[in-house]
């Protein structure tokens, strides 16, 4: 039975080669980037493609020169606008270079990552950048290591795992937000993590298998030890996953006997919840609360008061990290890096002194 829909063609290598009068050997080395052809031949064989609306096979041409011409990137989460910053300036450098991105979310899971990863290989990525969830279980990234295809870590470094990674200072910008609110009088200070440990209830660093949260952890910390804030008065606490469990949390901590005077968010995702919890109690920050969060998200600005936060330089991390693994892509042979970028802090209305808060 003959069908009245006319036969759809792709356009092949073959094809640009009979329009522009070159064999097709020739033509595959214009249309690959590859080899050595005159600028006449090469201008000759583009303008073919274009007359005849050519578009490549990406399977077949990384099939014949090993190289697919994309790079992995998998975040922990994509609704956080620190990742989407990162992952822009990721695409935008592997854009100027030739390379298009595949971006997958682990929603800081193991076992998402790691099925992320295997996808990712399947999609044949000429390498990957990837925030690890966690530093327990890497053997799926010592796999892709040990497979010599490039491998780059966004945010979280990894001990005793020598690939390059570009990470912030998050030790020193913990502890330099806590001195902003022990400076200010603040005792009883809360740091609130979506990090998650079975019970949700911090005990010690040993439940932290996140760098970042790990070292965020031990500025608070210390920082609080040199103001003498008490180890019943410092609280850490786990499992803001989702905006339903960050307000339990919130509104658990505000209904205290003796309720924390200020609050460090881990995230402007949990910051914002926290912001809604105070406002929904008919609490006013700075006056009842201080807080103060990591990430300088747009709405931070907008809010009455505008929020302090602690400015990560995203898109530079996402752009210098990028960098670090094309360099990799394209031959370079040296030492693994470790890039920390250094952060700051933009003070603005949402801190006061603990004399100022009513009792909450």
Request: with cysteine.
């Amino acid at each position: 039975m003959n069908s009245s829909n006319p036969r759809i063609h792709s356009v092949t290598v073959a094809d640009v080669a009979r329009e522009a009068g070159v064999s097709k050997a020739t033509a595959a080395r214009v249309l690959g980037n590859y080899g050595v052809v005159s600028e006449k031949i090469r201008g000759d064989v583009l303008a073919a493609a274009r007359q005849l609306d050519y578009r490549p096979n990406e399977l077949a041409r990384s099939m014949t020169t090993g190289r697919s011409g994309i790079i992995g990137v998998v975040v922990g989460d994509i609704e956080n606008s620190f990742f989407g910053y990162a992952v822009r300036g990721i695409s935008d450098t592997a854009r100027s270079a030739g390379f298009n991105v595949i971006l997958a979310n682990s929603s800081e899971q193991i076992e998402m990552e790691k099925a992320a990863v295997r996808v990712l290989i399947g999609k044949r990525v000429d390498g990957l950048i990837v925030t690890p969830s966690e530093s327990r279980d890497i053997s799926h990234l010592r796999d892709i290591h040990r497979s010599g295809r490039p491998l780059a870590l966004l945010d979280r470094a990894l001990p005793d795992f020598d690939v390059d990674t570009v990470t912030v200072d998050d030790r020193n910008a913990a502890q330099r937000a806590t001195e902003i609110l022990t400076a200010c009088g603040h005792r009883r200070i809360a740091y609130i993590t979506a990090v998650d440990f079975a019970g949700h209830e911090y005990t010690d660093l040993g439940q932290i298998y996140t760098s970042s949260v790990r070292e965020r952890i031990e500025g608070f910390m210390n920082a609080c030890n040199i103001a003498g804030v008490p180890p019943q008065d410092r609280l850490v606490m786990l499992g803001a996953t989702t905006p339903q469990a960050t307000a339990e949390i919130t509104t658990n901590l505000l209904s205290r006997p003796s309720p924390p005077t200020a609050i460090i968010a881990s995230d402007s995702v949990i910051a914002l919840e926290i912001f809604k919890v105070v406002r929904q109690r008919g609490l006013r920050i700075p006056e009842d609360l201080s807080l103060i969060t990591f990430h300088d998200a747009d709405w931070t600005t907008v809010t009455s008061p505008p929020i302090t936060v602690i400015d990560q330089p995203a898109y530079v991390l996402g752009q210098t990290v990028a960098e670090l693994l094309i360099r990799r892509l394209k031959g370079e042979a040296r030492p693994p890096e470790r890039i920390i970028v250094p952060t700051s802090i933009i003070e603005r209305g949402s801190v006061a002194p603990p004399a100022m808060q009513c009792k909450i």
